[in-house]
C-alpha cells in the first residue's frame, strides 16, 4: 500500500503565499506523475498543476505565473510553492500520484493524499 502525505495548506491573506507539501511512502517501485488538484466547496475537483518524473511541469492557466510544482524523486515527494493567492483559490488541496508498487508483481494504480485546506482571505 501506499500513503500520501500533505502539509502545508493554512490561512493566508489575499495576494500572500503558501507552499504545499505531499510526501508518499509505502511499498513504492517508482512513482510517474505527481499532481495536485483542488476542491471548492460546491465545485468539482480540478487539476492545479503536473509534474513528470523527468521533471515536465503543467499548470491551470489560472494559476500560470504564480505557482510553482517540483518534485524529489529520490525522497518520493512533490511542492507546490503558491503565490499571489486569491481568495476564490480558497480549498482543499490534494496531492495524487500514479505509483507502481512491489509485491506479487508490479501494480501501478492512482493513489489520492487526504487533502490540506488552503484559505484565503479577501
Known amino acids: 500500500q501506499?500513503?500520501?502525505v500533505e502539509s502545508?495548506?493554512?490561512l493566508v491573506q489575499?495576494?500572500?503565499s503558501l507552499r504545499l507539501?505531499?510526501?508518499?511512502s509505502g511499498s513504492i517501485f517508482s512513482i510517474n506523475?505527481?499532481?495536485?488538484?483542488?476542491?471548492?466547496?460546491?465545485?468539482?475537483?480540478?487539476?492545479v498543476?503536473?509534474?513528470?518524473?523527468?521533471?515536465t511541469t503543467n499548470y491551470a492557466d489560472s494559476v500560470k505565473g504564480r505557482f510553482?510544482?517540483?518534485r524529489d524523486n529520490a525522497k518520493n515527494t512533490v511542492n507546490?510553492?503558491?503565490?499571489?493567492?486569491?481568495?476564490?483559490?480558497?480549498a482543499v488541496y490534494y496531492c495524487h500520484a500514479y505509483v507502481f508498487t512491489t509485491g506479487m508483481a508490479i501494480r501501478g494504480d492512482n493513489y489520492w493524499g487526504q487533502g490540506t485546506q488552503v484559505t484565503v482571505s479577501s
Open 8 to 10: 502545508g495548506g493554512g
Open 33 to 47: 506523475d505527481m499532481d495536485w488538484y483542488r476542491q471548492a466547496p460546491g465545485k468539482q475537483r480540478e487539476l
Open 80 to 90: 507546490l510553492q503558491m503565490n499571489s493567492l486569491k481568495p476564490e483559490e480558497t
Open 14 to 16: 489575499a495576494g500572500g
Open 49 to 55: 498543476a503536473g509534474i513528470t518524473p523527468g521533471g
Open 21 to 24: 507539501s505531499c510526501a508518499a
Open 68 to 70: 510553482t510544482i517540483s
Open 2 to 4: 501506499v500513503q500520501l
